[in-house]
């Protein structure tokens, strides 16, 4: 083998609508990237073979040099120790999926798995605003909500791989119904993108208020809009992102006093609002933690841009399971 060129890992982000993969080295630097859509496959064989045929030419070009060492893989509900990914409430492929196995069949490849705000987190404490962070909370507010926990610096998998699921707690009990779990109240119903939308869908409906968001029909209005709209001054589209930091400032006050973290680390699109989101999130962490806790949670923006944050996580997997692998020899 020609160890002239240094190891490379492969590092993949599903996300619900697209798939994010880039070759990555062991500085971080990610030397290639690309996507493919998810939610195109409601099964996962079909999205598998799109997947090698973009990545294998690529796999085949550093293989020859000897230095392609494995793949690494951020997805909704996986679980780290079982390679799978379970009844993923934002995508398209039902019931459990073996996708570790089936990726190291497909791509002959030694494959690891864990949850998308896990390979997040491990990006930002590697690379990103949590270098040397040992206690800290990732938040990915995309299209649904993640969350990865670090305690002492390493990940909290808990018992069968599935701790960390801070989206789907219970932050307005009885309140509104997500369009997957039908749990009632959940943070990821108001703090994510599609959150977002519905609370922009909701003011708009209760009030006869002008409003630029108006001029969308009201069943076509994204987050982005609303963002746009907000920029602009719109008083309801502030109004939205003002009461969305409300709702995730009330819930971080709560999971700060579990854990305790040095840092809150924000990451993903909903970030973009800024001060119209992060000021009320902050405002209400601190108003809801008790008096120990006061002024000792940093809030921060992930320092990595959007996509890569997931996939150089995930590549880190690679270079762990390397370590692992040189150590039982």
């Not at 619900?16 to 690309?34: C, D, F, P, Q």
Request: hydrophobic fraction near 40%.
């Amino acid at each position: 083998m020609n160890y002239s060129c240094p190891n490379l890992a492969i590092g993949i982000d599903i996300g619900g609508t697209n798939s994010e993969y880039g070759i990555v080295n062991h500085r971080g630097e990610i030397l290639l990237k690309g996507k493919i859509r998810t939610d195109t496959y409601t099964t996962v064989e079909p999205y598998l073979n799109e997947l090698y045929d973009k990545l294998m030419p690529i796999i085949t070009k550093y293989r020859e040099q000897g230095n392609i060492i494995g793949i690494g893989v951020g997805a909704p509900n996986a679980n780290y120790y079982k390679g799978i990914i379970e009844y993923a409430p934002n995508l398209r492929w039902e019931g459990v999926v073996p996708l570790a196995r089936l990726m190291t069949e497909k791509f002959g490849l030694p494959c690891l798995l864990t949850n998308d705000a896990n390979a997040a987190a491990l990006g930002e404490m590697t690379y990103g605003a949590a270098r040397g962070f040992k206690d800290f909370i990732m938040i990915t507010l995309g299209t649904g909500m993640g969350s990865g926990i670090v305690c002492n610096g390493q990940l909290v998998y808990g018992l069968d791989g599935y701790a960390g699921e801070l989206g789907h707690t219970i932050i307005r009990r009885g309140g509104r119904k997500h369009w997957k779990t039908d749990l009632e109240g959940s943070l990821e119903s108001y703090v994510s993108a599609t959150g977002v939308v519905l609370t922009a869908r909701e003011l708009l409906q209760q009030s006869n208020d002008e409003s630029l968001l108006r001029k969308y029909d009201l069943n076509k209005i994204n987050s982005r809009m609303v963002y746009e709209c907000a920029i602009a001054g719109d008083k309801i589209a502030q109004e939205v992102f003002r009461f969305t930091g409300q709702i995730l400032g009330e819930a971080l006050a709560n999971f700060v006093m579990v854990t305790s973290p040095e840092a809150v680390v924000l990451f993903g699109g909903v970030i973009k609002a800024g001060d119209l989101f992060l000021q009320p999130a902050r405002e209400h962490m601190e108003k809801n933690v008790l008096p120990l806790y006061k002024n000792k949670v940093k809030l921060l923006y992930s320092e990595l841009n959007e996509a890569d944050a997931a996939i150089l996580g995930a590549s880190t997997l690679v270079w762990k399971f390397q370590r692992e692998q040189r150590y039982n020899q």
